[in-house]
């Protein structure tokens, strides 16, 4: 449920890239993954032999960097300058704005506390930290509404690292059932369309242990 | 003091370019501002005749496409993909979780709700958030002084973006007083390398209005 995890995973599956996916438990600060990745956040990617990219926007640039050509049109960044920068600011928007007042609230409160003892801040989520969440993503289904409305892909013509990054975050929303797909038509249709590409199938089969997800999560019509 | 918007004039002045700075109370959310930035936040920046790139990332990235190659062996992103995934892993460090954990509890604290009405949220500041944050930049600086003494800059051997993020975020602490640099020699010693360099001069010069920076804020030899 680490949507920047996500956001890798949609990317690799775009790419057509297979990783081997390993689960890290962060809050247990296991010695070798803070080695990899000092700040002890997930995703980090290891592209043997020996290198080490930490972080989701680092590694959607380090990919788009080693084998973005090779994607020609489909390239997940591409364009002038401005274009390319267009889709780094939604990619920043989903990844940091939507993340901080949205994902991270619900799959904390719903989902990481679960796993934690009492003494780690463990137990049932704080509703009123869900209902902050569930207000703050009205706004962003209207914005990628908005988006969707107006342009082909969230970020321009062509399917971008913007849209993954607005998918992966949503996806986890949508696992705990937390967004009102009924209150924009736009929004819904885009990601309808995001969802049923192949590179999404990995994510809409994941389960949380002891926790289904919401009927709609893998249903493609929605 | 915003750090983003000083980092973007950090990286500005290391390419030799010129631009009109305009202070936005982003508070105040101006409709003409949002237009630009519907995420209401600094830094901005605006090319003319109509380029308007957002966010101190994309600007970054933007600022290197269109000018990078010029800088030549300066380039602030440069090397192979793993090397410039590294500059990009350390900008982040400091542009999010430096940030998030230390600067914009300073600045917050001591200089923005200066400026709000107490309906804002203005007032005093906290001082268990400031103590927060000074607890928080010593494992910071530790951090950069291990970078920086085992590297001759903070992404390797190069100046990068990661100098200029870092070097940012700290300036607004140092202007409050609120880094211990008899701490670290190794951090101190590269700080003062980069604070002496011709792209720090406008960030020494600057002053918030009825609120002096610290004695050792300008000083070259602090």
Redesign the interface.
């Known amino acids: 449920m680490c949507p920047h995890s996500r956001f890798v995973r949609l990317a690799l599956g775009e790419f057509g890239l297979h990783a081997d996916l390993i689960e890290e438990r962060v809050q247990d600060r296991r010695h070798d993954f803070l080695m990899l990745n000092?700040?002890g956040a997930t995703p980090v990617l290891v592209e043997e032999p020996r290198?080490?990219?930490?972080?989701a926007?680092?590694?959607s640039?380090?990919l788009d960097?080693?084998r973005g050509e090779a994607l020609g049109h489909a390239r997940l960044i591409q364009g002038d300058?401005?274009e390319?920068?267009e889709v780094?600011?939604l990619m920043?928007?989903f990844n940091?704005?939507f993340f901080t007042e949205v994902t991270n609230w619900l799959v904390h409160e719903k989902v990481t506390r679960r796993y934690l003892s009492a003494q780690e801040g463990g137990g049932g989520p704080d509703m009123d930290a869900v209902r902050v969440a569930r207000a703050n993503i009205r706004t962003h289904l209207s914005?990628i509404g908005w988006l969707a409305g107006s342009r082909n892909w969230l970020a321009g013509n062509h399917l971008s690292y913007a849209d993954l990054a607005a998918a992966a975050q949503l996806s986890c929303a949508d696992y705990l059932g937390d967004v009102p797909w009924a209150e924009n038509e736009n929004a819904k249709n885009w990601y309808a369309r995001i969802k049923s590409r192949p590179c999404f199938r990995a994510l809409l089969a994941d389960r949380i242990a002891g926790m289904n997800p919401h009927p709609v999560y893998a249903d493609l019509d929605f």
């Open positions: 000092p700040a290198t080490v990219v930490v972080g926007g680092p590694i640039e380090y960097e080693t300058p401005a390319r920068a780094r600011r920043d928007w940091v704005k914005y």
